[in-house]
């Protein structure tokens, strides 16, 4: 069969979408699932994070699946929701639209730039849990907020949420930032482990200036990416709840591959929803010819490159020297 593609980013962090919307495309679970394991091969001739299924949904103007590319599901994905968000909203020419994820059906709004004039799109990162059974991490504990897990480091504080992606959160110093630690710690809890059954999202976030932080974020399913979407959401919100940075004011998020604006909202006690503000940045479309049974044998039958990149590639430039100069030169 012949499917079509196009690569995109948020953050740096790739993903090849996918339109069922418009396509008559009949995918099984495992044809999901060894799709995005051949595709996002980075030895392939394409590579990437994940794949975004874009399909119909009863209730929304579109859902939105996410598959890693090691053929898992997750279950949101905030820079791959911009991507998503984008292509639905100039599919059906609105500015604002409603995406069904899995836990939650999403709002994504065509905003300002938040750089030059970089395609950018506010998602809605929520629900919010901070119970621990809905990562799951099993501990005698109910939450987790800037406190100690000896199984893990006997000296960092780490934080956990949900938002609905499972993330562990520890606010480190740069000696943490430039050690092995983090890989370390992220490989044994996503590895086999009584404390996380299901894995999590390991991040290191890193104050700058008031308003401005820096997130590494270890994804399961993937291992370390340029930016994810809901750690930079959830590594804000705890920054907010630690009182290093404001609820209701813009913060920004540097990562390895560029930045990103966050908003947190308190909504009540415990209750909190996030705007995510960033780039949806298309790299290429492309043809492919694909047995779905043996997708490893996939042929490019044509590709059409977009010119979006030279714009992003500036604020990566802005971003690396921020990092670079307030991080790993401050040294």
């Not at 995005?36 to 949904?57: H, P, T, Y």
């Not at 500015?95 to 300002?112: G, P, Q, R, W, Y």
């Not at 938002?163 to 430039?178: D, Y």
């Amino acid at each position: 069969m012949q499917i079509t593609l196009t690569k995109c980013h948020g953050s740096g962090n790739d993903f090849l979408l996918i339109d069922e919307i418009s396509n008559n495309y009949f995918f099984t679970e495992e044809d999901r699932q060894n799709l995005s394991i051949a595709l996002c091969d980075r030895q392939s001739e394409i590579g990437a994070d994940g794949i975004l299924f874009v399909l119909k949904s009863e209730k929304c103007d579109a859902k939105m699946r996410v598959f890693n590319s090691d053929g898992s599901e997750a279950s949101m994905c905030g820079n791959g929701l911009r991507c998503v968000g984008r292509y639905v909203c100039e599919l059906l020419s609105k500015e604002e639209i409603l995406v069904e994820t899995m836990k939650a059906d999403l709002t994504v709004t065509s905003t300002s730039p938040i750089f030059a004039e970089i395609p950018t799109y506010n998602v809605q990162i929520s629900p919010v849990l901070f119970n621990l059974e809905n990562l799951p991490m099993n501990i005698d504990k109910n939450i987790l907020i800037n406190e100690k897990v000896p199984e893990v480091s006997d000296r960092l504080f780490f934080s956990a949420v949900a938002v609905p992606n499972p993330h562990l959160i520890s606010v480190v110093g740069v000696e943490q930032i430039v050690s092995n630690e983090q890989k370390c710690i992220s490989e044994t809890v996503n590895g086999p482990n009584n404390l996380f059954p299901d894995g999590v999202n390991v991040s290191f976030v890193h104050p700058i200036d008031k308003g401005t932080i820096y997130v590494r974020t270890f994804e399961r399913g993937v291992g370390f990416t340029n930016a994810c979407g809901t750690a930079m959401s959830a590594s804000s919100l705890i920054t907010c709840l630690l009182d290093l940075n404001e609820f209701e004011s813009e913060i920004e998020v540097y990562n390895n591959g560029g930045k990103v604006h966050c908003v947190v909202h308190k909504e009540g006690e415990n209750h909190f929803q996030i705007d995510l503000i960033g780039n949806a940045t298309y790299l290429y479309k492309s043809d492919l010819e694909i047995d779905v049974k043996k997708p490893e044998d996939f042929l490019i039958v044509n590709k059409t490159q977009y010119q979006e990149e030279l714009q992003y590639e500036e604020l990566q430039q802005h971003a690396k020297e921020m990092v670079e100069d307030k991080i790993f030169l401050s040294r």
